[in-house]
């Protein structure tokens, strides 16, 4: 199975500013179609998962500006430009290349 | 409006059998693969399996293979999660997603969650 290494677990950030979350796969995630299967979900407190980058960088419908991805091979980072209070939650990136698909073990966003 | 809407939680004790359920709606359920995805308390997310609507054939992690059977009736628009021998360790919420773009490896869509509580 591909293993996602997601850095850090936790992460404590002051309203209105930057946050970055780091992705790491165990294999390259680029597949000979040219896309890379690398996607993004944030779990809200008591909520499902909800989809937020898939393909690496494409922000799903809905999803603020304020959230970015980016990376290539094995190597990936979700950014938030300016955090608000919405945003706490548990994020996880998430392999589609192999199966079976596997997620991080998720990052603890949580309020300063 | 697209919806997944799962059955209700769920108290059984260990060898009992369960089956739940994810019904979709506002849009075409056969053109849309369904997956099913573990929580365990406090955990992370887990992908168990997932099903083509339109043939009803299911892929397996192979964490899964053999513990559970995934199934879906397409003239009901329903997937199913079944157990036919529970276990304590399978307590855990368990979601079902729509796969993007149809076919695509990704989850566009999420139910609510059905929680399983099994205990003796």
């Known amino acids: 199975d591909i293993v996602m290494t997601q850095t850090p677990l936790s992460l404590s950030v002051t309203p209105g500013q930057p946050a970055s979350i780091s992705c790491k796969s165990s294999q390259s995630l680029l597949h000979s179609d040219g896309k890379t299967y690398l996607y993004w979900y944030l779990q809200k407190p008591g909520q499902s998962p909800q989809l937020l980058i898939y393909e690496v960088s494409s922000r799903f419908s809905g999803v603020p500006h304020r959230f970015s991805g980016s990376g290539s091979g094995t190597d990936f980072t979700l950014k938030i430009s300016r955090v608000e209070a919405g945003d706490v939650g548990v994020y996880y990136c998430m392999q589609g290349i192999h199966l079976p698909y596997t997620f991080g073990q998720g990052t603890n966003l949580e309020i300063k | 409006e697209v919806l997944l809407v799962q059955s209700g939680a769920e108290v059984k004790k260990p060898g009992e059998s369960l089956r739940i359920s994810c019904k979709g709606s506002?849009?075409?359920?056969?053109?849309?693969?369904i997956s099913w995805v573990r929580q365990m308390p406090g955990k992370g997310l887990e992908w168990m399996g997932r099903?083509?609507?339109?043939?009803?054939?299911?892929n397996y992690s192979p964490s899964f293979q053999g513990h559970v059977t995934i199934s879906a009736d397409k003239s009901i628009s329903t997937a199913f999660l079944q157990w036919n021998n529970l276990k304590a360790s399978d307590t855990a919420i368990y979601y079902c997603a729509r796969h993007g773009r149809g076919y695509d490896p990704f989850f566009d869509y999420w139910g609510q969650g059905t929680l399983v509580t099994v205990s003796s």
């Open positions: 506002g849009y075409s359920f056969t053109n849309y693969w």
């Open positions: 099903i083509d609507p339109s043939d009803s054939y299911p």
